[in-house]
Nanobody
Framework: VQLVESGGGLVQAGGSLRLSCAASGFTFDDYAIGWFRQAPGKEREGVSCIGSSSSAYSKYYVDSVKGRFTISRDNAKNTVYLQMNSLKPDDTAVYYC???????????????????WGQGTQVTVSS
């Protein structure tokens, strides 16, 4: 199983980035994919999740990103995207994607629920 994140970078406040998570080594459509982030000195936080086909691709967003971030998946490309708009300095973190076949995509995200993780991509938002 492999998850590879890309798309991070440095952006000014109010700007946008699109993160990608490319997956391989498992039946992609059977897995929920989540995005987490971790800022220096803080715990890893669940940001957004998109469920598998069995959940009709249900989506979850943490309150702090609702209306600004959009998660989507392209099953033909085994890729999940996180479109991040109206970025704020508080969004600065390393962003990780994670996969698991059993998580409830509508519920609060916990890192321990996910079996597979990518290496992360840095997002830095300057003020």
């Amino acid at each position: 199983v492999q998850l590879v994140e890309s798309g991070g970078g440095l952006v000014q406040a109010g700007g946008s980035l699109r993160l990608s998570c490319a997956a391989s080594g498992f039946t992609f459509d059977d897995y929920a994919i989540g995005w987490f982030r971790q800022a220096p000195g803080k715990e890893r936080e669940g940001v957004s999740c998109i469920g598998s086909s069995s959940s009709a691709y249900s989506k979850y967003y943490v309150d702090s990103v609702k209306g600004r971030f959009t998660i989507s998946r392209d099953n033909a490309k085994n890729t999940v995207y996180l479109q991040m708009n109206s970025l704020k300095p508080d969004d600065t973190a390393v962003y990780y994607c994670a996969a698991d076949p059993w998580v409830n995509p509508r519920a609060t995200m916990y890192a321990d629920d996910y079996d597979y993780w990518g290496q992360g991509t840095q997002v830095t938002v300057s003020s």
